[in-house]
């Protein structure tokens, strides 16, 4: 089973700054099969990155994922009000087929 | 613009059985494109990839759920189905549908709003 963890757990930053967020594999993940998703209260997740780099349709370009293997990593640029929210990374692979990572939660300083 | 929604009873009792339905619009079921999944979340926590149905009927489970899920899809009425058994309170989420679109580069790019179960007796 491949174990998604994601740091740190809530990020506290202020509008206009750099987030950044991790999300380490417990086994290598191929980069086709690894997105990002954010989530508000109260909404279903909305895809962000996919394919570990690509940003979906209609997404700031602020926002950017990397990395490769075990270890990726989304970045937001600068910190707009409204991207105060919940980040998940999400990979598909062996059983279970697919998992989630715990979430990171970027939360106003 | 393709949409989902979940639809099924809010309440279920311990022990029985919970169903939902997914509606698909604004695109068909039948795609060979995608697998169409169930996804939950308990309150405050994260999500869980319960399992997903592809247009044959093939189907795959999380293990943690497997006893349990049996998903299905009907194809005349652009649905697909979740039947969860012998539920507990632990069950208690918010269910999600959603729409993962195979290819080079794999995602889930559309989503159903949601619909809370709450099991209690």
């Known amino acids: 089973e491949i174990v998604l963890t994601q740091s740190p757990g809530t990020l506290s930053l202020s509008p206009g700054e750099r987030a950044t967020l991790s999300c380490r594999a417990s086994q290598s993940v191929s980069s086709s099969y690894l997105a990002w998703y954010q989530q508000k209260p109260g909404q279903a997740p909305r895809l962000l990155i996919y394919?570990?780099?690509s940003r979906a349709t209609g997404i700031p370009d602020r926002f950017s994922g990397s990395g490769s293997g075990t270890d990726f990593t989304l970045t937001i640029s600068r910190l707009e009000p409204e991207d105060f929210a919940v980040y998940y990374c999400?990979?598909?692979?062996?059983?279970?087929?697919?998992?989630f990572g715990g979430g990171t939660k970027v939360e106003i300083k | 613009q393709v949409q989902l929604q979940e639809s099924g009873p809010g309440l279920v009792k311990p022990s029985q059985t919970l169903s939902l339905t997914c509606t698909v619009s604004g695109g068909s079921i039948s795609s060979g494109s995608y697998y169409w999944s169930w996804i939950r979340q308990p309150a405050g926590k994260g999500l869980e990839w319960i399992g997903r149905?592809?247009?044959?009927?093939?189907?795959n489970y999380n293990p943690s759920l497997k006893s349990r899920v049996t998903i299905s899809v009907d194809t005349s009425k652009n649905q697909f189905s979740l039947k969860l058994s012998s539920v507990t309170a632990a069950d208690t989420a918010v269910y999600y549908c959603?729409?993962?679109?195979?290819?080079?580069?794999?995602?889930?790019?559309?989503w159903g709003q949601g619909t809370l179960v709450t099991v209690s007796s």
């Open positions: 999400q990979q598909y692979g062996s059983s279970p087929e697919l998992t």
């Open positions: 959603a729409r993962f679109r195979l290819g080079q580069l794999w995602r889930f790019d559309y």
């Open positions: 394919g570990a780099s």
């Open positions: 149905i592809y247009t044959s009927g093939s189907t």
